[in-house]
């Protein structure tokens, strides 16, 4: 099993920034894809941005595209994803997913572990 924790959410006003963390723990084996998703109230999941297993490849959304940023640190376990020029639109509860696979994944459906996320309140 992988146990996925994630942090750094809170209240922020419009154009400012948060970086989130997620930390992976358990059996996470060397090669671990990693998925950030978000669910405002009355939507369903919709996914942001996601990271390969070396780092070297990302993926993200059109909605946070020059805007949000995904990286990892391997040896810390943790991936990351740095929030800028936030807008209230983005907020939302912050997901992170993994599963034991090199690419980087869009599909939620594809990942086996989930975390129990984070809230992101942006103010305008």
């Known amino acids: 099993q992988v146990q996925l924790v994630e942090s750094g959410g809170g209240l922020v006003q419009a154009g400012g920034s948060l970086r989130l963390s997620c930390t992976a723990s358990g059996r996470t084996g060397s090669v671990l894809a990693v998925g950030w998703f978000r669910q405002a109230p009355g939507k369903e999941r919709e996914f942001v941005a996601a990271?390969?297993?070396?780092?070297?490849?990302?993926r993200s959304a059109d909605s946070v595209k020059g805007r949000f940023t995904i990286s990892r640190d391997n040896r810390k376990n943790t991936v990351y994803l740095q929030m800028n020029s936030l807008k209230p639109e983005d907020t939302a509860a912050y997901y992170c997913a993994a599963d034991r696979t090199v690419g980087a994944i869009m599909e939620e459906t594809l990942y086996n572990y989930w975390g129990q996320g984070t809230q992101v309140t942006v103010s305008s």
């Open positions: 990271i390969d297993w070396s780092g070297t490849v990302t």
